[in-house]
């Protein structure tokens, strides 16, 4: 008999998130479904149970939260004693629409480059504060889940870490020349100046220098987060060698986060994720993948 595999997914009460602990369980695999809201996570579960899927279970995980992550360690160290499959999906834009209704009838059309920022600057309004929150969650908290359950996938056999990015991560978005290079130089990037530089964002970010100095524009913290993910992705691939760390943009779906905007359903979205988490042992790692098809070279310059 086949040994039980266990996968978290992190934001799995909605969208894309749901659907990926969907898409898991129907392949046999043990998940554990984590949302901030209690009751939202517990109302998921049973939606799935209800469906025939029995082998989900929620337990509540809020990513911005020390205390939160923790008690989710405990809660498979007691009950699975490993982790097989890590899916990091919670993460929020990082800005305010003004008016969704304008979103609806063109933001899909006009949020693909910095030189639609001004048509943007109509749509949508991204406070600082909201940027600080959108990296906190999308890189921080993805960061503090990851090296907190590390140790549990370095238990299983087939372990593999799955960070859900976008293709607002490009870094055609950048026009810095010398930040794109240190981006993308992975043999001499390191997670300290990752930290730099998001913190070099911000402070141009607060005082409205994000043009000036070829940062991407709206939504430009939900940009910096992505980028700076996929860097971390390909340092932690490098880190840990025995584990397939890869990242995937789910493209453009109809979700919460984009206003129910989009190309592409839940599930659509969600299939690349799936895959990518169940991918066989000589799959590649450290790579960037668009829905289900491997991207090279990783990024843009």
């Not at 998940?31 to 082998?55: D, P, Y």
């Not at 993460?91 to 009838?105: M, P, Q, R």
């Not at 100095?213 to 025995?242: D, E, F, H, I």
Request: charged share 25%.
């Amino acid at each position: 008999m086949d040994e039980k595999r266990y996968a978290v997914v992190t934001g799995g009460n909605k969208g894309i998130g749901f659907e990926i602990c969907r898409q898991l369980a129907l392949n046999g695999i043990e998940v554990i479904l984590t949302a901030r809201n209690e009751t939202r996570g517990v109302q998921a579960v049973e939606k799935l149970n209800v469906s025939g899927l029995s082998n989900v279970v929620f337990h509540p995980l809020d990513i911005k939260d020390p205390t939160s992550v923790a008690n989710l360690v405990k809660f498979i160290e007691t009950n699975f004693k490993k982790l097989d499959i890590l899916v990091n999906n919670a993460a929020e834009i990082g800005l305010v629409y003004v008016d969704e209704n304008k979103f609806k009838d063109g933001g899909e059309n006009v949020q693909v480059n910095n030189d639609n920022a001004g048509i943007l600057s109509l749509v949508d309004e991204e406070p600082y504060e909201l940027g600080v929150q959108c990296l906190d969650i999308n890189y921080y908290g993805t960061k503090r889940v990851t090296e907190a359950l590390v140790h549990l996938l370095q238990l299983s056999k087939s372990p593999r870490l799955v960070n859900v990015s976008s293709g607002f991560g490009d870094l055609s978005f950048f026009n810095n020349e010398k930040l794109k290079e240190e981006l993308h130089d992975i043999d001499n990037l390191t997670e300290e100046r990752i930290d730099e530089i998001i913190q070099w964002f911000l402070r141009d970010f607060k005082d409205a220098k994000l043009r000036e100095n070829g940062w991407p524009l709206t939504p430009s913290a939900y940009k910096v987060s992505k980028a700076t993910l996929n860097a971390y992705t390909r340092l932690m691939a490098r880190k840990y060698q025995n584990i397939l760390v890869n990242c995937v943009s789910p493209g453009y779906c109809v979700t919460d986060m984009t206003s129910h905007t989009g190309f592409r359903s839940a599930e659509e979205g969600a299939k690349g994720p799936v895959m990518v988490a169940l991918l066989p042992a000589d799959g590649p790692s450290g790579v960037y993948f668009n829905d289900k098809r491997e991207i090279a070279p990783f990024w843009s310059m």
